[in-house]
Nanobody, 125 residues
Framework: QIQLVESGGGLVQAGASLRLSCVAS????????MGWFRQAPGKEREFVAA???????HYSDAVKGRAMLSRDDAKNMMSLRLSNLKPEDTATYFC???????????????????WGQGTQVTVSS
C-alpha cells in the first residue's frame, strides 16, 4: 500500500506563501487520485484540492485563486502552493490517496484510502 509523508508547513504571516509537499512510497503513485485536506482544531476535515488521474485540478472555493496543485508521477510526489495566506488557513494539512474516486465525491474524506500524518500551517495576522 502507499505511504504518504507531508512537509513544508510552518508559521507565516498573513499574505505570505507556502509550498507543501507530499512524497509517496510503497506503491505506484500514478494509480491513485490524490487530494489535499486540512483540519483546524475543533473542526471537521475540509477539502482543499484534488488531482485525479487526468491532468485536471480541482480546488475548494476557500482556496481557489490562491492555490496551485502540482503532481509529478515520475517522482512520486505532489505539492500544494498556497499564496496570500490568511489566518483562516491555519490548520493541519493532509495529503491523501484514493482509488475509489469520482468528481462527485472528491471532496469527501471517505473517497481516500490512505493519509499522511499531516503538516501544520499557522498563519498569523
Amino acid at each position: 500500500q502507499i505511504q504518504l509523508v507531508e512537509s513544508g508547513g510552518g508559521l507565516v504571516q498573513a499574505g505570505a506563501s507556502l509550498r507543501l509537499s507530499c512524497v509517496a512510497s510503497g506503491d505506484t503513485f500514478s494509480n491513485y487520485a490524490m487530494g489535499w485536506f486540512r483540519q483546524a482544531p475543533g473542526k471537521e476535515r475540509e477539502f482543499v484540492a484534488a488531482s485525479p488521474w487526468s491532468r485536471t485540478r480541482h480546488y475548494s472555493d476557500a482556496v481557489k485563486g490562491r492555490a496551485m496543485l502540482s503532481r509529478d508521477d515520475a517522482k512520486n510526489m505532489m505539492s500544494l502552493r498556497l499564496s496570500n495566506l490568511k489566518p483562516e488557513d491555519t490548520a493541519t494539512y493532509f495529503c491523501a490517496a484514493g482509488t475509489e474516486w469520482t468528481t462527485a465525491t472528491m471532496s469527501s474524506p471517505s473517497s481516500y484510502n490512505y493519509w499522511g500524518q499531516g503538516t501544520q500551517v499557522t498563519v498569523s495576522s
